[in-house]
């Protein structure tokens, strides 16, 4: 907790990902994750509903912490590139928000 803002439940990695490919294009319900571009760089498109930025992840002592109820897609993996996550729950599809047409309107009803 002294530098990831919960308590760690599960930890994976993408790598070997192919040019142009994109990973992730989901949101969590109550996930909260960290993303940690351990070798290379990628890009992280970050949505909540009403607002979208980029954030390019190419630092190992650097990460990015995704709250719940966001919209996430990676873009642009460098070659050898390697994200590991760091996550609060163990996964359970039920948390997942896989079209976003279903998060945005989820994200509208919070409000």
Same mark, same amino acid.
């Given at each position: 907790?002294?530098? !990831?803002?919960?308590?760690?439940?599960?930890?994976?990695?993408?790598?070997?990902?192919?040019?142009?490919?994109?990973?992730?294009?989901?949101?969590?319900?109550?996930?909260?994750? !960290?993303? $940690?571009?351990?070798?290379?760089?990628?890009?992280?498109?970050?949505?909540?509903?009403r607002?979208?930025r !980029?954030?390019?992840?190419?630092?190992?002592?650097?990460?990015?912490?995704?709250?719940?109820?966001?919209? #996430?897609? $990676?873009?642009?993996?460098?070659?050898?590139?390697?994200c590991?996550?760091?996550?609060?729950?163990?996964?359970?599809?039920?948390?997942?928000?896989?079209?976003?047409?279903?998060?945005l309107?989820?994200?509208?009803e #919070?409000?």
């Amino acid at each position: 907790m002294r530098n !990831v803002p919960f308590e760690i439940q599960r930890v994976y990695y993408l790598y070997d990902i192919s040019e142009g490919a994109s990973r992730a294009g989901h949101s969590h319900k109550n996930l909260q994750q !960290v993303l $940690i571009a351990v070798s290379g760089s990628f890009d992280v498109h970050l949505d909540d509903g009403r607002e979208k930025r !980029v954030v390019r992840l190419s630092q190992p002592q650097e990460g990015l912490y995704i709250p719940r109820m966001i919209w #996430r897609e $990676i873009h642009a993996f460098s070659s050898g590139a390697v994200c590991v996550s760091l996550a609060s729950l163990l996964y359970d599809e039920a948390d997942y928000f896989r079209r976003y047409d279903d998060f945005l309107l989820a994200v509208s009803e #919070r409000t």
